[in-house]
């Protein structure tokens, strides 16, 4: 069966960029296929307007990388405990950032309804932040409303994140690992810290369920 044009281009695309990366320090790729000790654990949403290495201008084999619709943080999830495991218990991460984006779609269905049938099975635990935020999002309208949606999945996720069994093992055992929360501006190609850091610590951790601080870039939150 032949190729189509747009994987085509996928495979001369790749080609082009091995080309530039070997032309610019030919041990590219074989320093890299030699160690995988990445810094960070992404959990991000699967729309493809986030890519994470992008974003966050790491390089190749920094970032070790979990997305789903809506960046969900679901016990039951075999796919992300496996991942979340590996990165903390085998990689020793240190720290572990949660990713919500603007103009998110899973968000937006679990408003308005009406995505296929498993994705709306996905989006269960969001009607759940919605449940739990009903009063204050029942103020909002329009965009304004999703983007707010969007931070509170965020906390909500990272709190989750937080009581994982194997992230509590981690804390237990004296590791060091953060948990973070940000969200991505589709509109400015900012990322915002949205005011929620758990560490194990008890501090931290009461913090997990206190109201957000306002939002402000990623930089200013680690200056601070």
């Not at 966050?56 to 997305?67: A, C, D, K, L």
């Not at 995505?115 to 919605?130: F, G, K, Y």
Request: some cysteine; proline content about 4%.
């Amino acid at each position: 069966m032949p190729n189509g044009p747009a994987y085509t281009k996928i495979l001369e695309r790749n080609r082009a960029w091995v080309a530039e990366r070997t032309s610019e320090d030919p041990e590219f790729f074989s320093r890299r296929a030699k160690e995988h000790r990445p810094r960070y654990l992404w959990i991000g949403c699967s729309d493809a307007r986030v890519p994470a290495d992008v974003l966050t201008q790491t390089e190749p084999g920094e970032i070790f990388v979990h997305r789903n619709i809506a960046n969900q943080v679901v016990a039951t999830d075999a796919n992300l405990a496996a991942v979340l495991q590996y990165a903390i218990d085998v990689l020793k991460v240190e720290d572990v950032v949660v990713c919500g984006h603007s103009e998110c779609g899973g968000v937006k269905a679990s408003i308005t309804g009406g995505a296929p049938q498993v994705v709306d099975n996905w989006l269960a635990q969001l009607r759940t932040v919605i449940r739990l935020h009903e009063d204050e999002l029942a103020e909002l309208n329009g965009d304004e409303r999703v983007m707010r949606l969007v931070e509170l999945n965020v906390r909500e996720q990272v709190y989750n994140l937080s009581r994982t069994t194997v992230v509590q093992e981690a804390w237990g055992r004296g590791q060091t690992l953060r948990l973070h929360g940000v969200v991505y501006r589709l509109d400015e190609g900012i990322l915002r810290d949205v005011g929620v850091s758990i560490d194990g610590s008890p501090a931290s951790e009461r913090l997990a369920g206190a109201a957000p601080a306002a939002a402000r870039p990623l930089a200013d939150a680690r200056a601070g």
